[in-house]
DNA sequence: ATGGATGCAAAAGTTTTGCACCTCT
DNA sequence: AGAGGTGCAAAACTTTTGCATCCAT
């Protein structure tokens, strides 16, 4: 006997004032934010949400393909989506996160994972090291 | 008035059998460890070290250059030295990870580093994707 | 004796979950 | 009414810290 079971999920996400206000902030930045960085500044904004809230809206978010996460030092970070695929620069002393692209690291990637046998889905690539200021 | 204090740190660290333990372990294999792999292998081992033990021990032993650590998944891994250089690639069906090794990547890094005014100090590098068994 | 290492338990930090309540069709 | 969202508090997890005790000089 076989059975089936279709799960069957919203296609569109109901767009709450707290998921606005949360893909406000991070959309009208360059930033990369983690959930108490968000919290923190829409307290500031007086646009209190639950940290519970916020996690979930993130995930939610980010299944969506409305923002981009990043792991940086062991911590998810997100940023805006409409903004071209790059990979981050993290300077040690100052906490400063600078964007680069660099098309030949990608296909390189692409040709080592293909000689392995793997089908990439993704890559993170966070060059840690001193900013300009700070060394 | 200026004050100057000198810490003085021990150049060497007590190779106690906790920390002989350790080392063994991640010494032993080419696998890539957490603090709770660590305590559940040593366990099955008749070897029960307490957790807060282990963390400390991986960062010691870290910092002494006695193993490597990687962060995968927003979780610190940790691994032997004695390999050459390589990065990761893992599989997000099974968990699989493997090490690759590309001279050009880490060149292209150092380039684009440099074109920031970085002065590079690490990076990481994780390849995403699904191994060959898992496609 | 003394400095370092350990184990335990408690604390801290981060993320998830349960649940009652609310909101929008 | 029903599905989905929210806030709060509690729980779950991971990692760190305080402290009494132990161990090896």
Redesign the pocket.
């Known amino acids: 006997m076989i059975i089936i079971i279709f799960i069957?999920?919203?296609m569109s996400?109901?767009m709450?004032?707290?998921?606005h206000a949360v893909l406000t902030l991070i959309n009208g930045s360059a930033r990369h934010w983690?959930?108490?960085a968000i919290s923190r500044a829409l307290q500031k904004n007086d646009q209190?949400?639950?940290?519970?809230?916020?996690?979930?809206?993130?995930?939610?978010l980010e299944e969506a393909g409305l923002i981009a996460a990043v792991v940086i030092g062991?911590?998810?970070h997100y940023e805006r989506i409409d903004k071209p695929h790059h990979d981050h620069m993290v300077c040690e002393a100052c906490g400063r996160i600078e964007e680069f692209f660099h098309q030949d690291i990608e296909t390189l990637q692409h040709d080592i994972a293909k000689r392995h046998g793997f089908c990439i889905q993704g890559h993170s690539l966070v060059i840690f090291g001193l900013c300009r200021q700070c060394q």
Chains 1, 2 share one sequence.
Not at 16 to 19: K, V
Not at 48 to 56: E, K, Q, S, V
């Open positions: 069957i999920r919203p996400l109901r709450t004032p707290q998921r983690d959930a108490e209190r949400i639950g940290i519970a809230t916020i996690y979930r809206t993130l995930s939610v062991q911590r998810k």
